[in-house]
């Protein structure tokens, strides 16, 4: 196990174990809510503030976490009053984020198109002392949002009007995923890059949902495979040295393909089960009073 010789490698290991952990543990809620694209959108917009960190000889992760979470507040306000031309303000605000981190990346005097790589696909072998102690503690607000108020996000998620009938503060609770999703997307970007994310919040919750009905059970399933993929990813990448982003999300698309294939099966025998459950069923006989004649009964 050379690969644990280097603290670098450390740093690295240790990153995506977080990674995989966080990103399913959010994405479980953006999939309930059929906004599984909203942490590409996220990283649109906080390549903005990659580029500001930079510029203000700033943090970057930082300065990033900021604006990805002002971006997040204003998808959910376009959600809420955008109507009809909603789609339209999130496109120009997805669209001006990426363009706005590569402009203030190349007005820095820091920045370089070799950082602006670094950010969009990650570089996990990058990952700094300092970097790791910003991913601790973002990571750790993010576990106590998702597990510790998880029945209340996923009532909201389910069904907002019944969370609004039951007294939850439902747009507080759309506020508090949006803001999680935001601070996940930063804690994943030096792992995964801001482009591919998405991909590890989504793919995960896809692949645990082959295999598993009840919520707490996906939600179990999904970590575990993000946590499989993101350090199954990371060695490989060390070993053939490729990058760790593409080949993270590369197995976790792997592993959902070999899920779907296993679970049809499955799904198949279920359903033939149920099947046979209901013939048996058809083929009750009512019982009649004794008066009549066992040729008066009745089968339903």
Not at 3 to 23: D, K, P, S
Not at 68 to 87: F, P, V
Not at 229 to 235: E, K, P, R
Not at 245 to 269: D, H, K, M, N
Request: with cysteine; glycine share 8%.
């Amino acid at each position: 196990m050379d690969i644990l010789n280097y603290a670098f490698m450390q740093r690295a290991l240790l990153a995506a174990l977080i990674v995989g952990v966080t990103a399913p543990a959010i994405g479980i809620y953006l999939v309930q809510r059929r906004q599984a694209l909203m942490g590409d959108g996220i990283g649109h917009v906080a390549l903005t503030g990659v580029g500001l960190g930079f510029l203000l000889n700033f943090s970057p992760v930082w300065v990033a976490t900021a604006v990805a979470i002002a971006g997040s507040l204003a998808m959910e306000l376009i959600r809420w009053y955008g109507k009809t031309r909603g789609d339209l303000a999130l496109a120009m605000l997805f669209y001006g984020g990426m363009a706005g981190g590569v402009m203030l990346m190349n007005l820095s005097d820091a920045g370089s198109n070799a950082n602006l790589s670094t950010y969009l696909f990650g570089s996990i072998s990058t990952v700094s002392a300092q970097d790791m102690t910003m991913i601790y503690v973002l990571a750790a607000l993010v576990l106590l949002i998702t597990i510790g108020l998880r029945r209340q996000l996923f009532a909201v998620c389910q069904d907002e009007e019944f969370a609004r009938v039951t007294g939850l503060p439902v747009r507080l609770l759309n506020l508090l995923i949006a803001i999680t999703a935001a601070v996940t997307v930063t804690v994943a970007m030096r792992v995964v890059g801001l482009l591919l994310v998405s991909a590890l919040m989504v793919i995960p919750v896809a692949t645990a949902q082959q295999i598993s009905r009840s919520f707490a059970v996906t939600f179990v399933v999904s970590i575990a495979v993000g946590v499989a993929v993101t350090l199954t990813g990371t060695a490989t990448s060390y070993y053939v040295d490729v990058p760790s982003g593409a080949t993270i999300v590369l197995f976790a698309i792997a592993l959902f393909v070999l899920s779907t294939v296993l679970a049809a099966p499955l799904a198949r025998r279920r359903a033939r089960a149920a099947a046979g459950t209901t013939g048996t069923a058809k083929g009750c006989t009512l019982e009649v009073p004794g008066s009549r004649t066992p040729a008066d009964d009745v089968s339903v």
